[in-house]
């Protein structure tokens, strides 16, 4: 006896013995392609125009929350440096990192630049 979907009613085939083998499957999707884009790297211009206006976005929406809280990025060092800062005196009361390490991380990356220029 021959069972077979409906939809292929139609038509016979012989059964198959060996239920394992890829010849047995179903018909699958074929395998996608790959597709390459080319790397369209952004300016730095525009990076920074854009990180400039997220961080705008974030120090108002903490403005209007009253939090205190300012985020800003340090030019020499690319770092993200966090401020609490009193809503009421608009004094600094607490930065991180601080601006003393901030300027030690910028001494020592000078002191590496020079022992690798010494060593080449």
Not at 20 to 44: G, K, R
Not at 103 to 108: C, F, G, P, T, Y
């Amino acid at each position: 006896m021959n069972i077979q979907p409906i939809a292929n009613a139609g038509t016979a085939t012989a059964p198959s013995t060996d239920l394992a083998s890829p010849a047995a499957s179903t018909t699958s999707a074929p395998a996608p392609v790959p597709v390459t884009l080319p790397s369209v790297a952004p300016s730095q211009a525009a990076e920074a125009a854009k990180l400039s206006q997220a961080l705008a976005n974030i120090n108002q929406t903490m403005q209007e929350m009253a939090s205190g809280l300012e985020f800003s990025v340090d030019q020499e060092s690319n770092r993200t440096i966090v401020k609490v800062v009193d809503q009421q005196t608009k004094e600094l009361i607490r930065q991180m990192p601080s601006a003393e390490a901030l300027e030690i991380a910028k001494a020592m990356d000078r002191v590496q630049g020079l022992l690798i220029s010494l060593r080449a």
